[in-house]
């Protein structure tokens, strides 16, 4: 149905930056918000931003600041860049997007790209 794609990740030093972004692809009349979660081991999946249709932005209050989340309609895609990276950021990083379906609403998650900060 809607296929997410993530591009990104990998490993960088403290106070380094890192980009990570989502293609959604499939049979979709249109993206409504978007968004980017992420889950350190042991821990649960929590927010760090989300972009709405009309581009307003929300972000978790541990990345304000550092984190920008931007989207690219045309293209379909989600951006998250991540500036001045700390040990703590360390995690999968999981893209959501909501699209409008034949159906309704659907919700769809990407597979998870690591990002891992460390010296």
């Known amino acids: 149905q809607v296929q997410l794609v993530e591009y990104g990740g990998g490993l960088v030093q403290p106070g380094g930056s890192l980009r990570v972004s989502c293609a959604a692809s499939g049979r979709f009349f249109s993206i409504h918000d978007m968004g980017w979660y992420r889950q350190a081991p042991g821990k649960e999946r929590t927010l760090v931003a989300r972009i709405t249709r009309g581009g307003t932005t929300t972000y978790a209050d541990s990345v304000k600041g550092r984190f920008t989340i931007s989207r690219e309609d045309a293209k379909n895609t989600v951006y998250l860049q991540m500036n001045s990276l700390k040990p703590e950021d360390t995690a999968v990083y999981y893209c959501?997007?909501?699209?409008?379906?034949?159906?309704?609403?659907?919700?769809?998650w990407g597979q998870g790209t690591q990002v891992t900060v460390s010296s």
């Open positions: 959501n997007v909501e699209t409008m379906m034949t159906y309704g609403r659907l919700i769809s």
